[in-house]
C-alpha cells in the first residue's frame, strides 16, 4: 500500500490494491503511474500480465475523482466557466473539435492540416455603437479572422451568418471570397471594427485601415456579432480589450470588453453546454471525462471489474462507469448514460453508434485510452479513432489538457508509431518489452506434424470435421496429391491435440485455431470424445454477447477444462494460472505467436506452451472479400489468386519467421508429445510457481566451488601474514 502512494495514488485506491493482494507496483506501473498522475500523454508497452491495465485505470480514476470532488466544492470547472462567463474570451465549448484553446480563451491553435476548425468568442455585441479587438498571428499558417452570428457555420465566411478577413488578402462571406487590403502573417496584428450604427465592417493592418469591407443591411444589423476565427495548421491570440491595444483603434470604436451590458449577450452554446441549469460547473450527464477503448467485449469487461475492484473506496463523490458493448441492449446504454456517467469502456462499434446519435458527448473528455492499440488498428479502426480523437477538446473546460494513453504489444509497431506520431502530445514512452521474447516463465515446444511420416489418419474410423475445404477433392488415403495431404494434416492435428491432453493430463488448457469454423469443429470433437476429461467451450465472434461472457466464467472457475478461441477473442485476457496452451495453427503474424503463448506463464506461474507445426502446405479458409466468414457457408474452394476463398498455408515458413523474430530456435519434441522435463526444470509444476528453489544453481555452485576454496585459502594466509607481521613489529 505504501509503495503505491509514494507514487501520488490516493490512500482510498491504494487500500483497494493491497485488499487484491498486489503488494508492490510492477514495473510498468512504476513508470506510468506517476507519468499520467502528471499530465502527460503515454505510450506504454510490457510483457503480457505485466500491469498494463492497472497502469492506466488507477490514476485515470484518482484524477476523475478529484476533478468531481472540486466540482462539488466549487473549484475546478466551475472557476473557470465562471471566468468565461465574466471575461471576455473565446468560447471553451462553442469551437471546432481540432480547436485547442487556452483556458484564458485569449489563444487558440488547431494543427489540423487539411481542415479549418473555427471558433467563436464566448459574448457578442448588438445594438448600436462601435466595437473593436485584436487578432495577433502567433505562428505559421492559415488563418481567418472576423465577426459572425451565432446562426453562422464555425467555418468564418462561408456562409452568409459571418464575416472574414484571411491571411491570403481575401475578405469573405456567403462562399464570396475577394480581394481586400492585403495578405498578412506571422506576427501581423489585425484589428476588426464593427460599426453597428451605420452597419459596417472593416480591418485594420498593424494599425494600417483597409477600408470598408462588408456593409449590413438593417435586418443583419439587429443581429448579435461575435467575434470569431478559423484557423488551419496555425494559431493566433487575441486581445479583447483587458490589455492595451498594440494599435488603437479609430476615434468612436471601443473595445468590446468595454461594452455597456446591456449591448452584451453570452454565447447561447457557452452557456447550455458549458454549465447545466443549476450554474455548479457540472459537465452534461452523458459527457464522460474518460473514453478507454478495448478491441474484444472480454477485454472491455475485464477493465470494467478492475475499474470497479479499484474504485470501492471511493465515496463521496461516487465515480461512475459504464460498459458499452454490442449485443446489449443499447437502450439500457442510453439509460446510464441519461443519468450520468464518469467514465465509459468500451468496444469501438459501439461507441461510435453512440457518439454519432448523439447520446455519448466528448465535449468533457479529459483522458482518451487505446488498450491493445495494434490489436484495433490490425481490426481497421484507425479512421474511427481520429474521428472520435478530433471531436474531443484539447484543453478541457477546466484547463487542463486532453491526455491520450495508449497501450501496444509493441511501441515499434509502425501503425502504432505512426498514430502516436499524428495525435499524441509528445508522448513519453514506456517500453519494458523492448523486442518481443517469450518470458522465462513460459516452456515452448513445436510438433511436427508429417502426414508423409505418421499414417494414422489413413485408418481412422473416427475423427475431427474438417473445415470442408476439400470438399471437392479427391483426398483418399493412398493418393499422395497435395490436397490429400493437406486433409491429413486437419485429420491428425485434432488427434495431436487428444494426445497432448491425455499426455500431459491437461486439466487446463487454451486453444487457439485460426478460424472460428475450426473452433467450433474442434468443440465438437472434444465434446464426442465424452466425458469432464475433455470439457469445453467455444469463445469466438460468431457466438452470441451472453454465451461467449458465460464460456468465459465456465473457463475462469474451472467448471470446463479447454476454451477455444481465436486471435481476436482472446486478446488481452487475464486467467491467472493457466498451465497450458496449444497452438492447433501457428499464427500469420509473429508477433501474435508471443501474444498467444503469452496466456501462459503469468503471475511467474511456469506455463508451456505446444504449436502443432505442418511439415506440408495446408490449403485453408482465408479472410477476404468474397469470404468475410472464413469458410463458414462457403462453397468457393478456389485460391483467392482465381476468385476463390482460399490460400496455402505454409507453416514451416511462418514458424522460420518466428524463431528469427525471436532469435531463438523452438525445441522440437516428437509426435508422442512426451515432454523432456529435464530440458527445461524437472521440478516444475505447469500453472504453479517455480518450485525449484535450488536445482537451477546447483551445477553453477559445483563449477564455482575450486575458485571459492582457492579464495579461502589465500584469504587465510594473507590474515596469517598480517599476524606474523604485527607480532615482529611489536
Same mark, same amino acid.
Given at each position: 500500500?505504501?509503495?503505491?502512494?509514494?507514487?501520488?495514488?490516493?490512500?482510498?485506491?491504494?487500500?483497494?490494491?493491497?485488499?487484491?493482494?498486489?503488494?508492490?507496483?510492477?514495473?510498468?506501473?512504476?513508470?506510468?503511474?506517476?507519468?499520467?498522475?502528471?499530465?502527460?500523454?503515454?505510450?506504454?508497452?510490457?510483457?503480457?500480465?505485466?500491469?498494463?491495465?492497472?497502469?492506466?485505470?488507477?490514476?485515470?480514476?484518482?484524477?476523475?475523482?478529484?476533478?468531481?470532488?472540486?466540482?462539488?466544492?466549487?473549484?475546478?470547472?466551475?472557476?473557470?466557466?465562471?471566468?468565461?462567463?465574466?471575461?471576455?474570451?473565446?468560447?471553451?465549448?462553442?469551437?471546432?473539435?481540432?480547436?485547442?484553446?487556452?483556458?484564458?480563451?485569449?489563444?487558440?491553435?488547431?494543427?489540423?492540416?487539411?481542415?479549418?476548425?473555427?471558433?467563436?468568442?464566448?459574448?457578442?455585441?448588438?445594438?448600436?455603437?462601435?466595437?473593436?479587438?485584436?487578432?495577433?498571428?502567433?505562428?505559421?499558417?492559415?488563418?481567418?479572422?472576423?465577426?459572425?452570428?451565432?446562426?453562422?457555420?464555425?467555418?468564418?465566411?462561408?456562409?452568409?451568418?459571418?464575416?472574414?478577413?484571411?491571411?491570403?488578402?481575401?475578405?469573405?462571406?456567403?462562399?464570396?471570397?475577394?480581394?481586400?487590403?492585403?495578405?498578412?502573417?506571422?506576427?501581423?496584428?489585425?484589428?476588426?471594427?464593427?460599426?453597428?450604427?451605420?452597419?459596417?465592417?472593416?480591418?485594420?493592418?498593424?494599425?494600417?485601415?483597409?477600408?470598408?469591407?462588408?456593409?449590413?443591411?438593417?435586418?443583419?444589423?439587429?443581429?448579435?456579432?461575435?467575434?470569431?476565427?478559423?484557423?488551419?495548421?496555425?494559431?493566433?491570440?487575441?486581445?479583447?480589450?483587458?490589455?492595451?491595444?498594440?494599435?488603437?483603434?479609430?476615434?468612436?470604436?471601443?473595445?468590446?470588453?468595454?461594452?455597456?451590458?446591456?449591448?452584451?449577450?453570452?454565447?447561447?452554446?457557452?452557456?447550455?453546454?458549458?454549465?447545466?441549469?443549476?450554474?455548479?460547473?457540472?459537465?452534461?450527464?452523458?459527457?464522460?471525462?474518460?473514453?478507454?477503448?478495448?478491441?474484444?467485449?472480454?477485454?472491455?469487461?475485464?477493465?470494467?471489474?478492475?475499474?470497479?475492484?479499484?474504485?470501492?473506496?471511493?465515496?463521496?463523490?461516487?465515480?461512475?462507469?459504464?460498459?458499452?458493448?454490442?449485443?446489449?441492449?443499447?437502450?439500457?446504454?442510453?439509460?446510464?448514460?441519461?443519468?450520468?456517467?464518469?467514465?465509459?469502456?468500451?468496444?469501438?462499434?459501439?461507441?461510435?453508434?453512440?457518439?454519432?446519435?448523439? %447520446?455519448?458527448?466528448?465535449?468533457?473528455?479529459?483522458?482518451?485510452?487505446?488498450?491493445?492499440?495494434?490489436?484495433?488498428?490490425?481490426?481497421?479502426?484507425?479512421?474511427?479513432?481520429?474521428?472520435? %480523437?478530433?471531436?474531443?477538446?484539447?484543453?478541457?473546460?477546466?484547463?487542463?489538457?486532453?491526455?491520450?494513453?495508449?497501450?501496444?504489444?509493441?511501441?515499434?509497431?509502425?501503425?502504432?508509431?505512426?498514430?502516436?506520431?499524428?495525435?499524441?502530445?509528445?508522448?513519453?514512452?514506456?517500453?519494458?518489452?523492448?523486442?518481443?521474447?517469450?518470458?522465462?516463465?513460459?516452456?515452448?515446444?513445436?510438433?511436427?506434424?508429417?502426414?508423409?511420416?505418421?499414417?494414422?489418419?489413413?485408418?481412422?474410423?473416427?475423427?475431427?470435421?474438417?473445415?470442408?475445404?476439400?470438399?471437392?477433392?479427391?483426398?483418399?488415403?493412398?493418393?499422395?496429391?497435395?490436397?490429400?495431404?493437406?486433409?491429413?494434416?486437419?485429420?491428425?492435428?485434432?488427434?495431436?491435440?487428444?494426445?497432448?491432453?491425455?499426455?500431459?493430463?491437461?486439466?487446463?488448457?487454451?486453444?487457439?485455431?485460426?478460424?472460428?469454423?475450426?473452433?467450433?469443429?474442434?468443440?465438437?470433437?472434444?465434446?464426442?470424445?465424452?466425458?469432464?476429461?475433455?470439457?469445453?467451450?467455444?469463445?469466438?465472434?460468431?457466438?452470441?454477447?451472453?454465451?461467449?461472457?458465460?464460456?468465459?466464467?465456465?473457463?475462469?472457475?474451472?467448471?470446463?477444462?479447454?476454451?477455444?478461441? *481465436?486471435?481476436?477473442?482472446?486478446?488481452?485476457?487475464?486467467?491467472?494460472?493457466?498451465?497450458?496452451?496449444?497452438?492447433?495453427?501457428?499464427?500469420?503474424?509473429?508477433?501474435?505467436?508471443?501474444?498467444?503463448?503469452?496466456?501462459?506463464?503469468?503471475?511467474?506461474?511456469?506455463?508451456?506452451?505446444?504449436?502443432?507445426?505442418?511439415?506440408?502446405?495446408?490449403?485453408?479458409?482465408?479472410?477476404?472479400?468474397?469470404?468475410?466468414?472464413?469458410?463458414?457457408?462457403?462453397?468457393?474452394?478456389?485460391?483467392?489468386?482465381?476468385?476463390?476463398?482460399?490460400?496455402?498455408?505454409?507453416?514451416?515458413?511462418?514458424?522460420?519467421?518466428?524463431?528469427?523474430?525471436?532469435?531463438?530456435?523452438?525445441?522440437?519434441?516428437?509426435?508422442?508429445?512426451?515432454?523432456?522435463?529435464?530440458?527445461?526444470?524437472?521440478?516444475?509444476?505447469?500453472?504453479?510457481?517455480?518450485?525449484? *528453489?535450488?536445482?537451477?544453481?546447483?551445477?553453477?555452485?559445483?563449477?564455482?566451488?575450486?575458485?571459492?576454496?582457492?579464495?579461502?585459502?589465500?584469504?587465510?594466509?594473507?590474515?596469517?601474514?598480517?599476524?606474523?607481521?604485527?607480532?615482529?613489529?611489536?
Amino acid at each position: 500500500m505504501a509503495a503505491f502512494e509514494e507514487m501520488g495514488v490516493l490512500p482510498e485506491i491504494a487500500k483497494a490494491v493491497e485488499d487484491m493482494e498486489w503488494m508492490l507496483p510492477t514495473d510498468v506501473q512504476a513508470e506510468a503511474i506517476p507519468l499520467i498522475l502528471g499530465g502527460g500523454d503515454v505510450l506504454m508497452a510490457a510483457e503480457t500480465g505485466s500491469g498494463k491495465t492497472g497502469a492506466f485505470c488507477l490514476p485515470i480514476l484518482q484524477i476523475v475523482w478529484e476533478t468531481l470532488k472540486d466540482i462539488e466544492s466549487g473549484k475546478g470547472r466551475k472557476s473557470t466557466q465562471v471566468q468565461q462567463s465574466l471575461n471576455w474570451g473565446l468560447s471553451l465549448f462553442d469551437r471546432g473539435k481540432a480547436l485547442a484553446i487556452t483556458p484564458d480563451g485569449l489563444r487558440c491553435q488547431s494543427r489540423e492540416q487539411r481542415e479549418w476548425h473555427g471558433c467563436r468568442a464566448n459574448k457578442g455585441v448588438h445594438g448600436n455603437g462601435k466595437f473593436f479587438y485584436e487578432a495577433i498571428v502567433t505562428d505559421e499558417g492559415l488563418c481567418r479572422v472576423g465577426w459572425s452570428t451565432s446562426q453562422a457555420s464555425l467555418d468564418l465566411g462561408t456562409d452568409k451568418f459571418g464575416y472574414g478577413f484571411g491571411g491570403t488578402g481575401k475578405k469573405s462571406n456567403a462562399k464570396q471570397f475577394d480581394d481586400y487590403g492585403e495578405p498578412f502573417g506571422m506576427h501581423d496584428v489585425i484589428g476588426c471594427l464593427l460599426d453597428l450604427t451605420i452597419g459596417e465592417i472593416r480591418y485594420l493592418k498593424n494599425g494600417t485601415d483597409l477600408g470598408r469591407a462588408f456593409t449590413l443591411n438593417e435586418q443583419q444589423k439587429s443581429q448579435t456579432f461575435f467575434p470569431a476565427v478559423v484557423l488551419k495548421n496555425a494559431e493566433m491570440s487575441f486581445n479583447f480589450g483587458a490589455q492595451p491595444f498594440k494599435h488603437p483603434p479609430p476615434s468612436g470604436y471601443i473595445a468590446v470588453s468595454a461594452a455597456p451590458k446591456d449591448l452584451i449577450k453570452l454565447n447561447p452554446v457557452n452557456c447550455s453546454q458549458g454549465q447545466t441549469s443549476e450554474g455548479n460547473g457540472k459537465p452534461t450527464s452523458n459527457a464522460p471525462q474518460a473514453i478507454i477503448i478495448e478491441p474484444s467485449r472480454e477485454l472491455a469487461e475485464q477493465t470494467f471489474q478492475q475499474l470497479q475492484k479499484f474504485k470501492v473506496n471511493l465515496k463521496d463523490p461516487k465515480v461512475k462507469e459504464l460498459l458499452v458493448i454490442g449485443g446489449v441492449n443499447i437502450k439500457e446504454q442510453i439509460s446510464i448514460l441519461n443519468s450520468g456517467v464518469d467514465i465509459v469502456v468500451g468496444t469501438p462499434g459501439r461507441l461510435e453508434d453512440l457518439v454519432q446519435s448523439g %447520446y455519448l458527448s466528448l465535449t468533457h473528455c479529459r483522458f482518451f485510452v487505446l488498450d491493445e492499440a495494434d490489436g484495433l488498428l490490425k481490426q481497421g479502426y484507425s479512421e474511427m479513432i481520429d474521428r472520435l %480523437y478530433n471531436q474531443m477538446p484539447k484543453i478541457t473546460s477546466d484547463g487542463n489538457r486532453l491526455q491520450m494513453i495508449v497501450c501496444s504489444a509493441t511501441l515499434h509497431d509502425f501503425d502504432v508509431k505512426k498514430m502516436a506520431g499524428r495525435l499524441m502530445h509528445f508522448p513519453t514512452w514506456v517500453d519494458l518489452k523492448g523486442e518481443d521474447a517469450v518470458p522465462d516463465t513460459v516452456h515452448h515446444v513445436v510438433v511436427m506434424v508429417d502426414p508423409q511420416k505418421d499414417k494414422l489418419w489413413q485408418n481412422l474410423r473416427c475423427h475431427i470435421q474438417t473445415d470442408g475445404v476439400h470438399s471437392r477433392d479427391d483426398v483418399r488415403p493412398g493418393n499422395n496429391t497435395a490436397e490429400t495431404l493437406s486433409e491429413a494434416i486437419k485429420i491428425l492435428k485434432g488427434e495431436y491435440c487428444v494426445r497432448a491432453i491425455k499426455e500431459l493430463k491437461m486439466d487446463r488448457a487454451l486453444l487457439f485455431c485460426r478460424t472460428k469454423l475450426d473452433c467450433d469443429n474442434l468443440e465438437r470433437y472434444l465434446k464426442q470424445m465424452g466425458g469432464s476429461q475433455f470439457s469445453c467451450v467455444c469463445l469466438h465472434g460468431d457466438r452470441k454477447p451472453a454465451e461467449r461472457k458465460s464460456n468465459l466464467e465456465k473457463f475462469k472457475k474451472q467448471e470446463v477444462k479447454f476454451l477455444i478461441c *481465436t486471435d481476436v477473442a482472446a486478446r488481452g485476457l487475464d486467467i491467472t494460472g493457466l498451465p497450458f496452451m496449444i497452438n492447433i495453427t501457428l499464427p500469420d503474424e509473429k508477433s501474435n505467436y508471443v501474444h498467444r503463448i503469452g496466456r501462459v506463464g503469468r503471475a511467474e506461474r511456469m506455463g508451456l506452451a505446444i504449436s502443432l507445426v505442418s511439415s506440408v502446405p495446408e490449403k485453408v479458409w482465408y479472410h477476404g472479400e468474397w469470404c468475410p466468414s472464413r469458410g463458414r457457408n462457403c462453397t468457393n474452394t478456389r485460391l483467392t489468386t482465381e476468385g476463390g476463398c482460399c490460400v496455402w498455408y505454409n507453416e514451416p515458413r511462418y514458424l522460420g519467421e518466428i524463431e528469427e523474430h525471436l532469435n531463438v530456435t523452438i525445441q522440437q519434441i516428437e509426435p508422442d508429445i512426451k515432454v523432456p522435463m529435464n530440458e527445461f526444470d524437472g521440478k516444475v509444476i505447469y500453472g504453479q510457481k517455480n518450485l525449484n *528453489t535450488g536445482s537451477g544453481y546447483q551445477g553453477h555452485t559445483q563449477q564455482m566451488a575450486p575458485s571459492v576454496n582457492e579464495l579461502a585459502t589465500l584469504e587465510s594466509k594473507a590474515q596469517l601474514t598480517y599476524l606474523k607481521r604485527h607480532t615482529k613489529v611489536c
